[in-house]
């Protein structure tokens, strides 16, 4: 079995099909690939927001970033939605013969509570203290190893333990980073319902194939919506390769990893930079 540690983010918007990226990971997995798989929550928590009739609301920060805006009730919603995805997800791998952990409780990551969030709202700064979100401290990277070495994948969900003790809501895509920072990754793929970055958010066929790690100053203006958050996630990740790409096709995870979506690298070579 190879030592190389991957990691994979599989988006939770609407849209996504992960019953083929599971399969992909599988069969990866089988091979004798070492993964951890960090998942979104985030069209679940919606759909049980809407059965519950709790609103579903979003924040947008000065600087374009959105984030749910998770209020008491909605930290309740979104944790058992998080954990019913994480469920699904660890039992669709066991039927695939492969050994995974569900980690759906706040048991792996660390973050500090956003007590005062600045937000825009009818072209106004508001300051939000309600919020049950957080910025990623800290992962058990000694817990993800020792599953990944005992031959399992962790399956981590998008919830973290405050320092007062309180679940909270936090970025997927930062807590694949932080994972695959922690674990010393080789790679983080990160699967959502788009192709990757496109220099016009209409046009499929205008994906940004190429950048290096430190261009990405560059492209940030290109990104729109949840694509902020992830080309922020490639910077705080530390690694040498990060993929963003999307969930179409039989084996998304194979064709991310040939080449497809838009992949941000230490080193590119010339020829990829004209492409």
Known sequence: MTTTINVLKLGGGAGVDAAPVLRNLAARVRAGERWALVHGASDAANRLAEQAGHPVRTLTGPGGHTSRYTDAAMIDLYCMAAAAVNQQFAATLAGLGVAAVGLAGPNVIAAERHTAIRAMRNGRTVIVRDDY???ITGIDAALLRALLDAGRVPVVAPVALGTQGERLNI???????????????????????????LRDVTDP?????????ADLDAYEPLAQGRMKKKLMAARESGIDRVILA????DDPLDAALSGGGTHIVREVRYAERSA
Do not use: Q, Y
């Open 133 to 135: 979100s957080g910025t």
């Open 246 to 249: 999307g969930t179409g096709g």
């Open 205 to 213: 066929d205008s994906l940004v194939r190429f950048i290096g790690a």
């Open 171 to 197: 970025d997927g895509d930062l807590a694949a980073a932080t994972a695959a920072r922690a674990l010393g990754a080789e790679t983080l793929v990160i699967l959502s319902n788009v192709p990757g970055l």
